[in-house]
């Protein structure tokens, strides 16, 4: 079966390529048939895949063809099918077609309806090649492809300009990032002789590397993890997530929240053989990603863009991601994806619901009360937010207690209260959204409130699937502590074992009951008093332009935005210039010129000499034979 | 005898074209081209059967008394190099707007072609000083003829510019050859050059190595011997830049492959860092150019500045991986820069600018050219799946191996380049119409075909290109072989 693999990521390819060629010629329900379907049909042999390791967890390799062979350097087009990679399939193709459906609803009125779903194959078809390469370029391939399709979705609106920037920067940071990616694999290729998993995580060639030059594999880790704050839009090069909303809503649910920025945390659990020889990257990626974590949720806590505020949650929960990898948790990190691809999901899509019952309004101040109108997409969001929280016993618990314990066990309480708090903020920000999206008094327009339905089946269904998931999807990383004693199994744990590093678990089921305990009762707190805030009290976030103080230098981002144009938009504009108007055309080329001008200068120079007088030619010769004379008299 | 039909039939098919008149002088200089293509094939089948093949050289006295011979031979490297000639040549011919050119045009481009052939083909220093020179006099009337304002003083420059950098190439080739002492006398064969290089102590070789990269500096062109390619790629006639920038500027880059860094190992050892430096400084100079360029002609050719320089870095790199790299790029150069060129030729021609700002909104009216345009943007930004990315990929690997900050400074161009592109597409394609865009017609068919063509070629090259790969590889190994020995 396994070596049946290409077939995932063919299914949407071909659906690319149909849906692309035929274009104008499909009916929408065509296409909706097309698009969904191909992934579906992945979904199904992912399924298979996904079982065959299940009973049979070493990896199978399936080699397609040499692409790339100079001299020793060789990358082929092979796949790796492993526990950590059917994982991975399956989340993508699992969520992925339950978006491709929600969004056949979604952009039913939308002209480009058959470009946005050939986009949406095509992306597919790269987030599979990404997970399922068994080399670091075939990965680097699907890196940068879904970065394309990244580029092509946020501006899919592309006769506006902001959309259009938005779109720019993405594909731009996202490129800082993968120059890094790219020197890591030369440096992986130099140290390690191969950029296939199996020879650059060779236990002998890492051990005698370890031994004979640590620092390189600290500077190849680096560069990795470089590369993975790219595309996972952790601290420095996180701002473009946020702008990356002005992609329609499913784009912000699949790629931007449940796949693609999840591909840095994929790339280092994948590589954790490597990390977990480079204690410094590890202490860099466990401070980063908390930091990450810290900004974007305070960040989060201002906003009143119903889809800024879930952009901020997902850079900030990526950052906690971040934070397992760096405590070498490398399957809590993995478990998180896959909870948070379920209930982030789940809210991007309800987000578009609302957005989609309100005729476009994003913003949560003119919201309120829709609870009534929106039943499904109410409850549903409800899920979510109670998933995301960390509340037991739904999905984001599970993940998110482990998360903190392990990073407890590792580096004590004080790093372990920034990610209480970061959890915290989480929940606070959540039930914000939820309170002053559905409860309290409607605050839009007469129309709007005319216009107020519950989405179609076709955006409900999805939804009802994802809070199903967000609901049990955590039992699959039962605590080990309490599992232990109730005789359930850390199935995730076991499973992955073949792929990375499985951190022994250190707590008792006390230990463990202690840290629920003390989790719930924070987090109870912090509901009651964004509750008391936007319900009891009924108080509405202020305008724009009453925001002062630190109010409005969070809400605006701690202007790092403005900081980055600064000190390196603006100086880039400025050199590129310099060097157009003035290096370029006055100094070289004038410099060139110069020497022609000068060329000139001399044989017309010269040129004035040649009168045809031969009394002054006569005249000349004479002086200039006396001259010799004279010079050789004193050289003797 | 294959590779000097292969040299000789577009020499003849031009002298056929000047009899022909009118209109379907293009259409007859189409077909001819494709048959140049063909008899490639056949040089291709028969290489692929016995590299080795008798029928791929040909070695005949010519001036017997200086011992210069009429040499010429195809290997993998050369096969490489005369399939682009082979294949860009045909495009762009097609490409030529109706009406605009006549029989003689084309009659120049085929002359051009035979120039072309016969550099990425001689096996001796004289005749491939003549060829490089036979190649600059036929785009030197295309450009004087059918040119823009202020042609004949751009013209001009280029002319003298890259004339004196063949000059002092020739003294160098000269230098070389009276220091040639085979059993038959001095001699310009390649072979003979080499041994003589090598012989030469360090600073003679250093100052060879200067004579011969000037030359080569100019034609590709490098920082900073660049300054005349501008102005001429946007004043020649489109089809005219696409024969520099496509197939001319790779013989400086065959050029310095071939003809430098085996004839001087010493010299290249001694200033090859320079060299690389120059090339890569060139890289971010000309990107940082091109993002703040206003005229869409302008910003692709300095973007082909920026390409250019991380070939010859790769080049003088001097492992596999670097010149096989080098090989892929020039290729793929040609065939993206082609494209690029051809899509600034239409923008043009139907909204009369090339001014960038008073674009805008393409995409709402030509979606056709706004994919085909994102297809070899893709290409020319190097991205996975397209050619691009293999020569680029394997470029910045050879300079990496050959000095770890060198790549991360010349890898610069995979952000800069998706910078400079990526704006120039936003404000040509995207946002709103105006009314110079917005009744702009989309692709007709023959424009289709041709943009169609080099889709198929970026794309197919990008995710299969291993039949490209393993042509120059032997090749690639035994010249890194002889400068070794």
Not at chain 1, 415 to 435: D, E, G, K, P
């Amino acid at each position: 079966m396994a070596q049946l693999a290409w077939l995932v990521p063919l299914f949407p390819l071909l659906g690319f390529v149909i849906i692309g060629l035929a274009n104008r010629n499909l009916s929408k329900s065509v296409t909706t048939l097309i698009g969904s379907g191909s992934i579906l049909a992945s979904f199904v042999v992912s399924l298979l895949l996904f079982f065959e390791k299940v009973s049979q967890p070493t990896p199978t390799t399936v080699h397609l063809f040499d692409w790339i062979t100079a001299g020793n350097f060789s990358a082929k087009f092979s796949f790796l099918i492993d526990p950590l990679s059917t994982i991975f399939l399956l989340v993508i193709t699992g969520v992925g077609f339950l978006i491709h459906l929600y969004s056949s609803g979604y952009m039913h009125e939308d002209d480009g309806f058959r470009r946005f779903f050939a986009y949406l194959n095509l992306f597919v078809f790269f987030m599979l090649l990404l997970v399922m390469g068994d080399n670091f370029v075939v990965m680097f391939v699907g890196w940068e492809g879904v970065g394309l399709c990244s580029y092509l979705l946020i501006g899919y609106w592309f006769e506006n300009t902001d959309y259009n920037n938005a779109a720019k920067k993405a594909f731009i940071m996202n490129r800082i990032g993968d120059l890094a990616f790219l020197i890591g694999i030369f440096l992986i290729y130099q140290h390690l002789g191969g950029i296939d998993f199996n020879t650059a995580f060779n236990i002998t060639n890492l051990a005698n590397l370890a031994k004979g030059n640590p620092s390189a594999i600290t500077a190849i880790t680096l560069c990795l993890f470089i590369g993975a704050t790219g595309k996972s839009a952790q601290v420095p090069l996180f701002t473009w997530l946020p702008d990356a909303m002005a992609g329609p809503t499913p784009v912000s649910a699949l790629i931007h929240a449940a796949t693609m920025v999840t591909a840095g945390i994929y790339m280092i659990a994948r590589s954790n053989a490597l990390f977990s020889l480079a204690p410094l990257t590890q202490d860099i990626i466990l401070y980063v990603g908390l930091g990450t974590a810290l900004l974007t949720a305070s960040i989060g806590l201002f906003q009143n863009d119903i889809k800024k505020v879930l952009a901020y949650s997902t850079v900030s929960q990526l950052g906690l991601m971040f934070a397992a990898l760096g405590v070498g948790a490398y399957s809590a990190g993995v478990f998180h994806v896959v909870t948070h691809a379920f209930f982030k999901a789940l809210l991007f899509l309800g987000a578009g619901s609302v957005i989609h019952g309100m005729g476009g309004e994003q913003d949560i101040r003119k919201m309120g009360g829709l609870r009534q109108s929106m039943p499904i997409t109410f409850w549903t969001f409800v899920i979510g937010t109670v998933a995301i929280s960390g509340i037991p016993p739904f999905a984001g618990f599970f993940s998110k207690d482990q998360i903190l314990a392990e990073i407890l066990a590792h580096k004590g309480i004080g790093i372990t209260a920034v990610a209480m708090i970061v959890s915290l903020m989480t929940c606070f920000y959540m039930f914000r959204l939820l309170f002053l999206t559905f409860f309290g008094n409607f605050r839009g327009t007469q129309e709007q409130k005319h216009h107020l339905h519950e989405s179609p089946l076709s955006m409900t269904i999805p939804l009802m699937v994802l809070a199903f998931l967000s609901t049990v999807g955590g039992f699959i990383g039962f605590p080990h502590g309490i599992g232990h004693e109730m005789g359930i199994h850390h199935w995730l744990d076991g499973f992955l074992a073949q792929s990375v590093v499985i951190t022994p678990n250190h707590f008792t089921a006390g230990q463990e009951w202690t840290l629920i305990g003390v989790a719930v009762g924070l987090l109870a707190g912090i509901i009651f008093w964004a509750m008391k805030t936007y319900v009891t009290d009924g108080k509405i976030p202020v305008k724009d332009s009453e925001m002062e103080g630190l109010q409005k230098v969070i809400y605006d981002k701690y202007y790092v935005d403005e900081t980055y144009n600064r000190l390196i938009t603006k100086p880039l504009n400025q050199i590129s210039s310099g060097i157009s108007n003035f290096i370029e055309t006055k100094i070289i080329d004038g410099g060139v010129n110069g020497i022609g001008h000068f060329t000139k200068w001399l044989s017309s120079g010269i040129r004035t000499i040649q009168t045809g007088n031969v009394d002054l030619y006569f005249f000349a010769m004479t002086i200039s034979a006396m001259l010799i004379l004279i010079i050789k008299l004193f050289d003797k | 005898m294959i590779t000097v039909l292969l040299i000789f039939f577009p020499l003849v098919a031009a002298i056929l074209l000047l009899a022909v008149q009118g209109e379907t002088s293009k259409r007859i200089a189409f077909g001819l081209s494709l048959a140049e293509l063909a008899i490639w094939f056949y040089t291709y089948i028969a290489f692929k059967t016995n590299p080795i093949d008798a029928s791929l050289s040909l070695k005949k006295a010519w001036i017997g008394s200086i011992g210069a011979s009429f040499a010429v031979s195809t290997d993998g490297i050369s096969l490489m190099m005369t399939f682009l000639t082979a294949l860009l040549v045909p495009f762009i011919i097609l490409s030529s707007f109706k009406g605009k050119y006549s029989n003689v045009f084309y009659a120049l481009i085929l002359l051009m072609q035979t120039a072309l052939m016969g550099v990425f083909t001689a096996t001796d220093g004289l005749l491939f000083y003549i060829f490089w020179e036979l190649a600059l006099i036929p785009i030197w009337f295309i450009c004087l003829i059918w040119g823009g304002e202020h042609r004949g003083m751009i013209t001009f420059k280029f002319f003298v510019y890259t004339m004196a950098g063949s000059l002092i190439m020739l003294l160098g080739l000269l230098y070389l050859y009276f220091q040639t002492n085979g059993s038959m006398g001095r001699s310009f064969a390649w072979a003979e050059l080499v041994q003589a290089g090598k012989a030469l102590s360090e600073t003679e070789q250093g100052y060879i190595f200067w004579a011969l990269f000037l030359a080569f500096a100019i034609k590709m062109p490098i920082f900073p011997f660049h300054t005349w390619q501008p102005d001429t790629y946007v004043v020649a006639p489109t089809p005219g830049t696409m024969l520099l920038s496509g197939i001319m500027l790779k013989m400086g880059t065959y050029g310095l492959l071939r003809w430098l860094m085996p004839l001087v190992p010493a010299g290249v050892a001694m200033w090859g860092k320079t060299a690389m430096i120059l090339s890569i400084i060139g890289i971010i100079y000309a990107s940082c150019i091109a993002i703040v360029q206003k005229d869409f002609k302008r910003l692709i050719a300095y973007s082909s500045i920026a390409h250019v320089g991380l070939i010859a870095a790769g080049i003088l790199s001097w492992n596999v991986e670097g010149i096989s790299g080098a090989m892929m790029q020039m290729i793929a150069h040609g065939i993206n820069v082609v494209g690029l060129f051809f899509i600034a030729e239409i923008i043009f021609n139907r909204t009369n600018t090339r001014q960038i700002a008073e674009l805008g909104g393409l995409r709402q009216v030509a979606p056709q050219l706004a994919l085909l345009f994102l297809i070899i943007l893709l290409g020319s930004v190097a991205l996975p799946l397209t050619n691009g990315f293999v020569g680029e990929f394997l470029l910045l690997n050879g300079i990496f191996k050959y000095n770890i900050g060198f790549a991360a400074v010349a890898g610069l161009t995979v952000i800069l380049g998706a910078v400079y592109m990526l704006r120039s597409y936003q404000s040509v394609m995207l946002g709103d119409t105006n009314p110079r865009t917005e009744n702009v017609l989309d692709l007709d068919l023959n424009e289709k075909i041709i943009l169609i063509g080099l889709s198929i070629l970026i794309i197919g090259m990008g995710v299969y290109p291993k039949p490209f790969m393993e042509i120059s590889q032997p090749a690639i190994k035994t010249l890194l072989e002889t400068v070794k020995n």
